[in-house]
């Protein structure tokens, strides 16, 4: 017998390759409303989080490179690939002073087991109204879309991914992120 999780988790990802399938795009859709600008201040916003002292904002992050990645669904097949890659490149990531958050609608607990399952040392924030996930143009009606974003130090918005493969993605983010880092020094 399949277990409720996994039924859910069959129906959700059946949803949203459709979705994908049908080829929607954020302004396509115009759910989540726009992409932010890059070059410009990244819009601001203060989360619940499964780690450290419960809530997480942008402004806390200042100093630090900030990669920013929304994602569908806890326990998913694609989103879990992409925490993992996250997961393994951690260390280059910490090495270039950037610091990894995700982003979904699933609430604390469900981040929580999350990361206790996938060994994930890094935070994700609860979007569960997908009130930040529609400042960033990254809303579906229910999910948040996949899609990252690259935040230098001042809190500028400097890089945005919206076709990503989870299996590849952190190495792109990365080889990104070095060229950004190299030509702001």
């Known amino acids: 017998m399949i277990s409720r999780r996994?039924?859910?988790s069959i129906l959700f990802a059946s949803c949203f390759a459709l979705i994908s399938w049908l080829n929607f795009s954020p302004t396509a859709q115009a759910l989540g409303g726009k992409l932010?600008?890059?070059?410009?201040?990244?819009?601001?916003?203060t989360l619940p989080t499964n780690t450290g002292d419960g809530q997480i904002s942008l402004t806390d992050l200042r100093g630090k490179w900030?990669?920013?990645?929304?994602?569908?669904?806890?326990?998913?097949?694609?989103?879990?690939?992409?925490?993992?890659?996250?997961?393994?490149d951690l260390p280059k990531y910490l090495a270039?002073?950037?610091?990894?958050?995700?982003?979904?609608?699933?609430?604390?607990?469900?981040?929580?087991?999350?990361?206790?399952?996938?060994?994930?040392k890094f935070p994700l924030l609860a979007?569960?109204?997908?009130?930040?996930s529609k400042t960033y143009g990254s809303w579906i009606g229910f999910v948040s879309m996949r899609h990252s974003f690259i935040i230098d130090p001042e809190?500028?918005?400097?890089?945005?991914?919206?076709?990503?493969?989870?299996?590849?993605?952190?190495?792109?983010?990365?080889?990104r992120l070095e060229k950004l880092q190299s030509s702001a020094s």
């Open 6 to 8: 996994n039924f859910l």
């Open 36 to 45: 932010p600008t890059v070059n410009q201040p990244a819009p601001e916003f």
């Open 66 to 88: 900030v990669v920013l990645y929304f994602y569908p669904k806890d326990f998913t097949a694609g989103c879990t690939i992409e925490a993992r890659r996250f997961q393994q």
């Open 96 to 120: 270039k002073n950037t610091q990894i958050i995700g982003v979904s609608a699933d609430d604390v607990d469900s981040h929580a087991e999350f990361c206790d399952s996938e060994g994930l």
């Open 127 to 132: 979007d569960t109204t997908g009130a930040v």
């Open 155 to 175: 809190g500028i918005l400097r890089e945005t991914f919206v076709k990503v493969n989870p299996s590849v993605h952190s190495q792109e983010v990365l080889a």
